[in-house]
T-cell receptor, first 114, second 109 residues
Framework: EAQVTQNPRYLITVTGKKLTVTCSQN?????MSWYRQDPGLGLRQIYY???????DKGDVPEGYKVSRKEKRNFPLILESPSPNQTSLYFC?????????????FGPGTRLTVT | GIQVEQSPPDLILQEGANSTLRCNFS?????LQWFHQNPWGQLINLFY???GTKQNGRLSATTVATERYSLLYISSSQTTDSGVYFC???????????FGTGTRLKVLA
């Protein structure tokens, strides 16, 4: 089944404790992206990647890191989480071929930082 | 930066009613998509519609790229249509995605 998977789905952590949220897709998509969703602010893009070793900032990259060492994986790293990073996080992927970027989303990761 | 405004922000319908949701862009947008976020938080692809019209069952969508808007039509609404509807697209000349503000729909039985 074609899908985007994220782990963990739920995470409660404390300020300053490094964490990684994994994202994996099995559709051979070149484009992958991370978003956060907050009440009243909608979905905002954190980082995106056009292909392996190619990443770029979205609208809200502060406090986050990403890496794209393999085509199928795009982990999101919070090196020193803070309470303002409490949010619902989504990973997405899409093909790039033909210039069409139809995104498919993972199930989401609900992160709470205390 | 580019603004994506959706209207109406909230909508309550009786089951069986029809509705039109609108997405307006302040500047050119590519790769326009419509999503439904169900009450469990999942984001479900409805349409990839950079231009033209598409239909899928009770749902259809139209994008008029030259006039910077897109419409989502829901006919014979059902309670399972409840949730939030988002439009999104890439800003012209970039690969950044921007999402609309969303329309929260509640369909009553």
């Amino acid at each position: 089944e074609a899908q985007v998977t994220q782990n963990p789905r739920y995470l409660i952590t404390v300020t300053g404790k490094k964490l990684t949220v994994t994202c994996s897709q099995n559709m051979n998509h070149e484009y992958m992206s991370w978003y956060r969703q907050d009440p009243g602010l909608g979905l905002r893009q954190i980082y995106y990647s056009m292909n392996v070793e190619v990443t770029d900032k979205g609208d809200v990259p502060e406090g986050y890191k990403v890496s794209r060492k393999e085509k199928r994986n795009f982990p999101l790293i919070l090196e020193s989480p803070s309470p303002n990073q409490t949010s619902l996080y989504f990973c997405a992927s899409s093909l790039v071929a033909g210039g069409a970027y139809e995104q498919y989303f993972g199930p989401g990761t609900r992160l709470t930082v205390t | 930066g580019i603004q994506v405004e959706q209207s109406p922000p909230d909508l309550i319908l009786q089951e069986g009613a029809n509705s039109t949701l609108r997405c307006n862009f302040s500047d050119s947008v590519n790769n326009l998509q419509w999503f439904h976020q169900n009450p469990w938080g999942q984001l479900i692809n409805l349409f990839y519609i950079p231009s033209g019209t598409k239909q899928n069952g009770r749902l259809s969508a139209t994008t008029v790229a030259t006039e910077r808007y897109s419409l989502l039509y829901i006919s014979s609404s059902q309670t399972t249509d409840s949730g939030v509807y988002f439009c999104a697209g890439t800003t012209s000349g970039t690969y950044k995605y921007i999402f609309g503000t969303g329309t929260r729909l509640k369909v009553l039985a």
